[in-house]
């Protein structure tokens, strides 16, 4: 292989890594996830679905969802309480002159109600937002859906409203018509200014060596014939001492062999003196190194494409306001749980495993108590600097909800303890029985700067004496919650999220019971897995479904779980405890 060939395939491979790595992103407020998951297939009729963004959406965002017929049935839509993603996004930033990564764990949606499902068949949902730094945010998910027909609620017509302009960056003009579609934005690719610097950088480079690499090849003027000249004359003399040197040696025998041997030895010195002689006029040429000029070329078009790129990507870039901290109030709550939205596949992980996560651990006072008898529960939620940390989030009307169960999955409370100014958290707890239990801390830390982390903490205790463990009871439909009889329906699915109801009627009595709103939900679910008791807290949908509580349930795997499902009627709280067996 040629040195030009070899040149050429060393910068052409220089440009597929460049552009074979994704080009950091230099905006955040992407989309993480969304419930329904796009390209998911859903079976049950749907009233909503929930984008999660990196960070909060600007209120005039636009949304829009588009039916199999082309028609809108979408019906507005509103922030939602925050929720860990399912799987962290990572982003690049420019910081001291190179792309840092920053991963986002928390979601933030926008939930977009849909006003009726007309047919069977691919869904779309069209987004247009902007970023905090100003980026244009816009995008479209999908999901099929084969269940049945619903109708449009009383007085509902399709929405025509189009995206705010100040959410686009430039726009080409939309036909009345196309009501159903976005704008068509004529929007910056993520990368594509520096990829354009890149690419003319590496030509740029290409083309030198391949210039350097010609010249070298290419030989002086006048140089060519002397050389050869040269070559034919040794030729010439070479051939003569050969012929004088076999006649000779026909005569003379080994004495002639010898001198034969000497002659051409001196002719060979002859020969060569004659060739420098005959290149004497032409000027030797040094050699030229490639591979530090190659080198150089390529380290030059480097620095040169990211240059161009950082240039022309500020060029581009749109000024626009950055918006302050949001405080951690009841408006942008976050919360460590799962929310209803809708079906699809998923990636839930359970919580609660551990005692530390996310740079906080949970550090109870004492870890023991008897039984019969009720005591104080006292404990700290300990950030990395060691200090107690005393700033959290409202989340459904409390700052930290506190989970106690056996190791049996029974003995199952949900309790509000109260933090003093020193961070020390307090509740009374009675155990009545001996026995391993598992204590859960659920809240969201927030940090002066309006930071928020959702986070769920476990921690053992202990009840000594002789332990009883009470065996978990069958898969059943329905639970006896007091006067009440609660039915389950649905079937939940490993992996999946699926929507479940409980519908909630009086003992004896026809129709359903007058639910009230507990911790401004009309329910509570949390999930507990048998054996590692991991935890999964859900909360409804935020209206009934025909007088029914409706979650979409995400369990994480194969097992058993024990559900724990907390209602409130006539001021009073009751609970209902369903097994689920998703094997």
Not at 51 to 71: H, M, Q, R, S, W
Not at 137 to 147: A, D, E, I, K, L
Request: one cysteine or more; charged letters at 15%; hydrophobic letters at 40%.
């Amino acid at each position: 292989m040629g040195l030009l060939h070899r040149v050429v395939l060393a910068c052409a491979a220089a440009v597929v890594v460049v552009f074979a790595v994704p080009a950091p992103a230099s905006a955040h407020g992407t989309l993480g996830m969304s419930v329904p998951a796009s390209g998911a297939t859903v079976s049950a009729p749907l009233s909503e679905v929930e984008l999660f963004f990196t960070e909060k959406v600007p209120d005039n965002a636009y949304f829009a969802i588009t039916a199999p017929t082309g028609g809108r049935v979408d019906n507005g839509w509103e922030h939602s309480s925050p929720r860990p993603l399912d799987k962290p996004v990572t982003e690049y930033f420019m910081e001291g002159g190179k792309f840092e990564p920053r991963q986002y764990t928390t979601g933030f949606p926008a939930r977009v109600r849909l006003a009726h499902l007309p047919v069977a068949g691919e869904y779309r949902i069209d987004y247009q937002s902007r970023a905090s730094d100003g980026d244009n945010v816009h995008g479209t998910v999908t999901f099929q859906y084969t269940g049945p027909v619903t109708p449009a609620p009383a007085g509902w017509t399709p929405p025509t409203n189009q995206a705010d302009s100040s959410l686009i960056s430039t726009a080409a003009p939309v036909a009345a018509s196309s009501a159903a579609a976005l704008p068509t934005v004529a929007a910056p690719v993520e990368g594509g200014a520096n990829r354009l610097g890149w690419l003319g950088g590496i030509a740029a480079s290409l083309a030198a060596v391949a210039g350097v690499v010609l010249w070298r090849r290419r030989a002086p003027a006048g140089s060519v014939a002397p050389r050869r000249s040269t070559e034919r004359a040794a030729a010439a003399k070479r051939g003569t001492a050969r012929g004088r040197a076999t006649e000779n040696g026909t005569t003379r025998g080994k004495a002639t062999e010898s001198s034969t041997t000497r002659g051409k030895a001196t002719e060979s010195g002859a020969a060569r003196r004659e060739a420098a002689q005959a290149g004497a006029g032409t000027p030797a040429r040094a050699s030229v190194p490639m591979a530090p000029i190659a080198f150089g070329a390529v380290v030059v078009a480097l620095i040169g494409g990211y240059a161009l790129g950082r240039t022309t990507a500020a060029a581009q870039q749109q000024p626009a306001a950055v918006p302050g901290p949001v405080a951690p109030a009841a408006v942008q709550a976050m919360t460590g749980h799962q929310h209803g939205g809708g079906a699809g596949a998923a990636t839930v992980e359970a919580g609660g495993t551990t005692v530390s996560s996310g740079g906080y651990t949970l550090q109870p006072v004492h870890r023991s108590q008897p039984a019969g008898r009720a005591v104080d529960y006292t404990f700290r939620i300990v950030g990395a600097d060691r200090q107690p940390a005393t700033r959290f989030a409202v989340v459904h009307d409390k700052p930290l909800h506190l989970v106690v169960a056996g190791r049996d999955l029974a003995g199952f409370q949900h309790l509000h303890p109260t933090m003093s100014p020193d961070g020390l958290w307090t509740v009374p707890l009675a155990l009545p029985r001996a026995g391993a239990y598992r204590i859960f801390a659920d809240f969201t830390v927030a940090t002066a700067d309006g930071v928020t982390t959702p986070l769920v903490l476990g921690v053992d205790h202990h009840v000594p004496g002789t332990a009883t463990e009470t065996a978990l009871p069958l898969a059943a439909p329905q639970a006896e919650a007091g006067p009440f009889t609660v039915t389950m329906l649905g079937t939940p699915k490993a992996g999946t999220t699926v929507p479940i109801s409980f519908r909630v009627a009086r003992s004896g009595a026809p129709g359903t019971a007058a639910l009230e709103r507990y911790l401004g939900s009309y329910g509570h679910l949390v999930v507990l897995r048998e054996g590692d008791l991991g935890y999964v807290h859900v909360h409804p949908d935020p209206e009934l479904a025909d007088g029914a509580i409706r979650f979409n349930v995400s369990v994480p795997g194969a097992g058993r779980y024990r559900a724990f499902l907390e209602f409130q009627v006539e001021g009073k709280v009751n609970r209902a405890e369903f097994t689920l067996d998703p094997t």
